[in-house]
């Protein structure tokens, strides 16, 4: 089992910018195939962004796209997402999630480990 933590979140100005930080432990870290997804309110999880387990490959949903970054440093087993020019619909809560296999995947069943996940609050 691989054990996540997010932190990082909080409130923040519509335009402004947050990076969030997920730590693992439990399984090693550079076999693991990572993500971010988000949880608005009053709607369903959904992806944000994911990254393989060396970091090669990325991808992003539409609605991030050229203002997130997803990145990770495997010597310190962590995870991150820089978030730019966030806007009111990035407000929700933030999740990483963990796959046991070295590549990328967007459904949420795909992942096998989530953590309790981090607030973003975007004010106008």
């Known amino acids: 089992q691989v054990h996540l933590g997010e932190s990082g979140g909080g409130l923040v100005q519509a335009g402004g910018s947050l990076t969030l930080s997920c730590a693992a432990s439990?399984?090693?870290?550079?076999?693991?195939?990572m993500g971010w997804f988000r949880q608005l309110p009053g709607k369903q999880r959904t992806f944000v962004a994911t990254?393989?387990?060396?970091?090669?490959?990325?991808f992003y949903a539409d609605s991030v796209k050229g203002r997130f970054t997803i990145s990770r440093d495997n010597a310190k087993n962590m995870l991150y997402l820089q978030m730019n020019d966030l806007n009111v619909n990035d407000t929700g809560v933030y999740y990483c999630?963990?796959?046991?296999?070295?590549?990328?995947?967007?459904?949420?069943?795909?992942?096998?480990?989530w953590g309790q996940g981090t607030q973003v609050t975007v004010s106008s």
């Open positions: 990254i393989s387990s060396y970091g090669g490959t990325t």
């Open positions: 999630a963990a796959r046991r296999t070295s590549t990328i995947a967007v459904p949420s069943r795909l992942y096998d480990d």
């Open positions: 439990g399984r090693t870290f550079s076999t693991l195939a």
